[in-house]
């Protein structure tokens, strides 16, 4: 079963894996991308697109997060999130 196009269900049925180079990124459907690499930078490194400053409409620190296979290093995740959001909030296999 495929997540997207770059995670998939791995054959035990529990765990994740990347579809590009087969390593686990995950243990479980609830956790499908934990051992991704993760960096993060201020939203403006986003492109042009995003240019206001976050301070100017939130007290909370925003950041541009993108998550990485720690194996081939393709690219699985780009958001703009609040930094002390839950980084695995939305990728869940249901
Ligand atoms: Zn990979």
């Known amino acids: 079963m495929n997540f997207d196009d770059n995670v998939c269900l791995a054959a035990d049925g529990h765990s994740t894996e990347c579809r590009h180079c087969g390593v686990t ?15 993060e930078r201020p939203s403006t490194a ?18 541009l997060r993108q998550r990485f296979c720690p194996n081939c290093l393709v690219l699985l ?13 939305d990728w869940k296999l249901r």
């Not at 991308?33 to 960096?39: E, K, Q, Y």
């Not at 986003?46 to 950041?63: F, K, L, N, W």
């Not at 999130?81 to 839950?86: E, F, I, L, Q």
């Open 25 to 39: 990124l995950g243990e479980s459907r609830q956790t499908p991308i934990a051992r991704a690499r993760s960096i």
């Open 46 to 63: 986003a492109g042009a697109g995003i240019q206001a400053d976050p301070s100017h409409y939130t007290d909370r620190e925003i950041v």
């Open 77 to 89: 995740a780009t958001e703009i999130v609040p930094r002390d959001d839950d980084p695995g909030r």
